[in-house]
């Protein structure tokens, strides 16, 4: 049975509290794009907002890697895979709802769980 590689209990503490962290996909040198984390038991998620064929989510899926930048700086190095699962998709969409939860960010929470933006959901795991 193969087992999943997860980040370090510290790391997942720091993407439980983080609103936003910096994801570079690919291995060129490109700036952080800030998006919003949740963390479900344990697994880390990002939806990008906008799925342009230039934008970070696309080039995280052609090249499967790039780096996520936690609030603190620190950088580490991460691949990113697809997720499926509606029973997960829903748990990802409560976190959201739980997470970012003020007046100005229910907006954003609603239009992370439209049909589009959940199918773009990634999960971030180390490489």
Known sequence: MATTKTFSKPVV???????IIGIRAGKGEHRFTGVWVVVVKGRVFVRPWNA????????LLQESVGTLQLMSGRELGMRGRGVRGERLLDAIDAAYAEKYHTP???????????PGRRANTTELVPR
Do not use: I, M, P, Q
């Open 104 to 114: 100005g960010a229910r907006k954003w929470v609603r239009g992370f769980s439209t």
């Open 52 to 59: 342009k064929a230039s934008g970070w989510h696309n080039a």
């Open 13 to 19: 503490s720091a993407l439980e509290t983080d609103k």
